[in-house]
């Protein structure tokens, strides 16, 4: 560009067309052109490495960015993890907490529960103590569970085969019993015969429903007679119906004719 402005300044001046100052002046704006033109194609060149050089870095920054935004990514996702294990935690540790309180009350109502079971009256004792060669001797059992005593004897200590008669032994047995009754309140004191399942054969007992209830009878006599408060006794017979041991062999039925006396709450607590 430079070489065609000074050549047509040579053209000019060679054809007379122009004077020397003019071509002076046309050469030297030519020359200024030219080195301006130099100047803005090292700029542009500049300007457009600036810009590959932005572009680059316009490039290296979004890796960046996107690098960043998958870290980012990852750790949210992490800590939505973590704070759903934490949930999940903190929920086990509640259902724990409540298992443990839920076991501490049930093993509370057991203690309670089993104390109440071993838990003996004062009735009990004193029976337990005037009968104690009885009932080493297997001629008596005594339990007491939730507050109801019952005093067992065989028959065979009361009665003899087919009577209902209480005998020597038994009265003597029975006037221990009484002794330890005497003083009991806010009890009934029923007194139940039981029989095994052999007929009675007819007399006096036409069946086991009589012999149980006349024995029962009899031994709430012998208990008022000894001195126990007639308005705390009863009587009831239940026959063979109410065996604690199958019919099977004379043993069992000997376990099954039997004279119980219930010690049991009353209604009215007196």
């Not at 490495?49 to 949210?76: F, I, M």
């Not at 409540?98 to 071993?118: G, H, M, P, T, Y």
Request: hydrophobic residues 40%; charged residues 30%.
């Amino acid at each position: 560009m430079r070489t065609r402005l000074v050549l047509a300044a040579l053209v000019a001046l060679s054809t007379g067309c122009v004077s020397q100052g003019k071509f002076d002046a046309k050469a030297l704006e030519a020359e200024q052109l030219a080195k301006n033109l130099t100047d803005e194609k090292g700029g542009r060149q500049a300007a457009e490495a600036k810009v590959k050089e932005l572009e680059e870095q316009g490039a290296a920054l979004a890796q960046e960015k996107a690098a960043l935004e998958s870290r980012l990514s990852t750790a949210e996702s992490r800590l939505t993890e973590s704070a759903a294990e934490r949930r999940a935690l903190q929920e086990q540790n509640a259902q724990l907490a409540a298992l443990n309180e839920e076991l501490s009350r049930n093993s509370k109502k057991l203690a309670q529960a089993k104390e109440e079971l071993e838990k003996k009256s004062s009735e009990y004792e004193s029976l337990a103590q005037s009968l104690k060669q009885e009932i080493s001797d297997g001629k008596i059992q005594l339990s007491e569970l939730k507050g109801r005593m019952t005093v067992q004897l065989k028959d065979k200590i009361l009665f003899a085969s087919g009577s209902a008669r209480v005998g020597k032994e038994g009265q003597e047995a029975l006037a221990k019993i009484a002794e330890a009754l005497k003083g009991v309140k806010g009890k009934i004191i029923r007194v139940e015969g039981h029989t095994d399942d052999v007929p009675t054969g007819g007399g006096a007992f036409p069946t086991n429903w009589e012999l149980s209830l006349a024995r029962a009878m009899a031994v709430v006599h012998s208990l008022q007679d000894s001195g126990v408060d007639p308005t705390m006794l009863s009587a009831a017979g239940y026959g063979q119906y109410q065996p604690i041991a199958p019919n099977d062999s004379q043993e069992h039925k000997s376990l099954n004719r039997r004279i119980e006396i219930v010690l049991a709450p009353s209604l009215g607590g007196r």
